[in-house]
Structures are given as C-alpha cells and as structure tokens.
Nanobody, 115 residues
Framework: QVQLVESGGGLVQPGGSLRLSCAAS????????MGWYRQAPGKQRELVAS???????NYADSVKGRFTISRDNAKNTIYLQMNSLKPEDTARYYC?????????WGQGTQVTVSS
C-alpha cells in the first residue's frame, strides 16, 4: 500500500507562486509514475503534470512554461512548482501514484488564485 500526503496549497495573487509537495510512504517500490491532478467545482478532474521513475515529465498545455514537476527519490517526494499563477488555476490539487498493481490518491490541497 502507498499513502500520499499533499501540502503547500493556499491563497495567492495572480502572477504569484506556490510549491506543492507530495510525500509517499508505504510500498513505494511499486510506484512507476506519479503526478498531479486538479479539479475545480463543477469541472472534471484533469491531469496537470506527471513524472515517471525514469524522470520523464509530461504537462498539460495550460500549464507548460509555468509549472514544473520534480522528484526527490531520497525523500520519496514529488513537487509541483507553480509560477505565474492565474485565476483559472484555482482548484483542489491531488497527488497520484501509479503502482504495479493499483493506484493511490492523496487527500488533495486547495489552491486559490485571487486578488
């Protein structure tokens, strides 16, 4: 089993920055991909960014050039550095882990971008 705990969300002004963290624990050897999803009220959940065990990254077109996903293997933690935030980035952000036999989700952390 894998447990995921997100942190770092909050209220920020447009153009500001936040850094989200997701710490994984448990059977972390089974994880082959991790990423961040987000969901705003009334909208479907969407993939924001992902990173594989080999370090390959993928981003949604809406965040390319503004967000950066990274991984610290020693800490079993992934990060999402969010710069130049826009009001449309407002959502609850969820950490995801794709495992060998199943998948895991964090509880989410709220990001609100407003003046």
């Amino acid at each position: 089993q894998v447990q995921l705990v997100e942190s770092g969300g909050g209220l920020v002004q447009p153009g500001g920055s936040l850094r989200l963290s997701c710490a994984a624990s448990g059977s972390i050897f089974s994880i082959f991909i991790m990423g961040w999803y987000r969901q705003a009220p009334g909208k479907q959940r969407e993939l924001v960014a992902s990173i594989t065990s080999g370090g390959s990254t993928n981003y949604a077109d809406s965040v390319k050039g503004r967000f950066t996903i990274s991984r610290d293997n020693a800490k079993n933690t992934i990060y999402l550095q969010m710069n130049s935030l826009k009001p449309e980035d407002t959502a609850r952000y969820y950490c995801y882990a794709g495992e060998l036999l199943t998948q895991s989700w964090g509880q989410g952390t709220q990001v609100t971008v407003s003046s």
